[in-house]
């Protein structure tokens, strides 16, 4: 949360006259952020026109900044080698990427966008046949440093993408500002990433649902896997089982790609969901589970349960019940 304060001071300046005193109740506010949606319940004293505002702006600075779908933002200006200097939002998630790249012993790069554009998963039509060998030239995590606020790389084809990482910490963000607006209770959702403090409008800690795993589930909320209880908590979930395709040679390619040997991930792990203190921490996690595949993220989840706790879903060995792997604390499984 600390690394937003900065935005959310600078969102808190510019809402603060248009906070009218009201009495506290809570404010439930829906709408569209970063080519997804979001859902906000907060007891605050600001009106809903106000949060508004607030991600309307917040949308505004993450889509210039780190969008890898608008030709214009810092990132794509970037990445098309316009510019070297990055801003606070790119640097901050850098960080944690690298954190995230380290403990995944490198299945977890922010430098695949080159192998997810010729898979069709970024902001590219995809490639039938791609040359992989020819594209993990300039992919990895060794091949960029940070100097100061300037990235160097050392080749230019190098990209970076940080769609697995964004919406968890514009989650963190949110939470920021509406703490500096005085909220102690709140609920932030944007695109199934989320944060929460406290406890809901009927005095209990907040419920969130984890979508059952199975292909054609498209339909976020439908069908539940599990319910869980979180209080001061972020959470964000992954999995491969919406956003895929089959190919030419029918075989299935999943959004989540192996920047080492180039190819589409895959394992019995279906989806992960990550509790951890923050949402840019969860949504990296939970990105690195499924690329890392079910042994070596039961390994890393039981290293990290003092500090996160997972809940996995993984394909059935026999049968047709899905198989589940948690570290959960008892109090936050339904």
């Given at each position: 949360m600390t690394?937003?304060?900065?935005?959310?001071?600078?969102?808190?300046?510019?809402l603060?006259?248009?906070?009218?005193?009201?009495?506290?109740g809570y404010r439930t506010v829906d709408g569209q952020m970063l080519g997804t949606t979001f859902h906000i319940v907060a007891e605050c004293e600001c009106e809903?026109?106000?949060?508004?505002?607030?991600?309307?702006?917040?949308d505004e600075r993450m889509r210039s900044s780190m969008s890898i779908f608008?030709?214009?933002?810092?990132?794509?200006?970037?990445?098309?080698?316009?510019?070297?200097?990055?801003?606070?939002?790119?640097?901050?998630?850098?960080?944690?990427a690298s954190e995230i790249y380290r403990l995944s012993d490198g299945l977890y790069d922010i430098t695949v966008k080159p192998?997810?554009?010729?898979?069709?998963?970024?902001?590219?039509?995809?490639?039938?046949?791609?040359?992989?060998?020819s594209i993990l030239e300039f992919v990895g995590f060794d091949k960029f440093r940070i100097e100061g606020r300037r990235i160097?790389?050392?080749?230019?084809?190098?990209?970076?993408?940080?769609n697995s990482i964004a919406k968890g910490y514009a989650v963190d963000c949110v939470a920021a500002w509406l703490e500096a607006e005085g909220a102690k209770n709140y609920l932030v959702e944007v695109g199934g990433e989320i944060r929460s403090r406290g406890v809901s409008p009927r005095g209990e800690a907040w419920r969130v649902a984890v979508d059952s795993p199975y292909e054609g589930n498209d339909t976020p909320g439908r069908y539940r896997q599990t319910v869980l209880r979180i209080g001061d908590a972020a959470l964000a979930s992954s999995g491969n089982y919406r956003r895929f395709y089959t190919n030419a040679d029918g075989e299935k390619v999943a959004h989540t790609v192996n920047p080492k040997t180039g190819l589409s991930a895959h394992s019995r792990l279906l989806s992960a969901t990550v509790v951890a203190s923050r949402c840019v921490v969860a949504d990296?996690?939970?990105?690195m589970f499924m690329a890392v595949g079910e042994e070596r993220a039961k390994l890393l989840a039981e290293q990290m349960r003092d500090s996160v706790q997972?809940?996995?879903?993984?394909?059935?060995?026999?049968?047709?019940?899905?198989?589940?792997?948690?570290?959960?604390?008892?109090?936050?499984?339904?």
């Amino acid at each position: 949360m600390t690394k937003c304060l900065n935005i959310a001071t600078l969102l808190f300046l510019l809402l603060a006259v248009g906070c009218s005193s009201h009495s506290k109740g809570y404010r439930t506010v829906d709408g569209q952020m970063l080519g997804t949606t979001f859902h906000i319940v907060a007891e605050c004293e600001c009106e809903q026109s106000d949060i508004y505002r607030s991600m309307a702006y917040l949308d505004e600075r993450m889509r210039s900044s780190m969008s890898i779908f608008d030709e214009e933002s810092l990132l794509s200006r970037v990445n098309a080698n316009l510019t070297d200097e990055l801003d606070d939002h790119i640097l901050r998630n850098v960080e944690v990427a690298s954190e995230i790249y380290r403990l995944s012993d490198g299945l977890y790069d922010i430098t695949v966008k080159p192998l997810t554009d010729a898979y069709g998963f970024a902001a590219k039509g995809r490639i039938d046949h791609p040359n992989i060998d020819s594209i993990l030239e300039f992919v990895g995590f060794d091949k960029f440093r940070i100097e100061g606020r300037r990235i160097i790389k050392s080749d230019p084809r190098v990209q970076l993408d940080l769609n697995s990482i964004a919406k968890g910490y514009a989650v963190d963000c949110v939470a920021a500002w509406l703490e500096a607006e005085g909220a102690k209770n709140y609920l932030v959702e944007v695109g199934g990433e989320i944060r929460s403090r406290g406890v809901s409008p009927r005095g209990e800690a907040w419920r969130v649902a984890v979508d059952s795993p199975y292909e054609g589930n498209d339909t976020p909320g439908r069908y539940r896997q599990t319910v869980l209880r979180i209080g001061d908590a972020a959470l964000a979930s992954s999995g491969n089982y919406r956003r895929f395709y089959t190919n030419a040679d029918g075989e299935k390619v999943a959004h989540t790609v192996n920047p080492k040997t180039g190819l589409s991930a895959h394992s019995r792990l279906l989806s992960a969901t990550v509790v951890a203190s923050r949402c840019v921490v969860a949504d990296a996690l939970a990105t690195m589970f499924m690329a890392v595949g079910e042994e070596r993220a039961k390994l890393l989840a039981e290293q990290m349960r003092d500090s996160v706790q997972c809940y996995f879903v993984l394909a059935p060995r026999h049968g047709d019940e899905f198989e589940i792997f948690s570290t959960l604390k008892p109090e936050v499984e339904q």
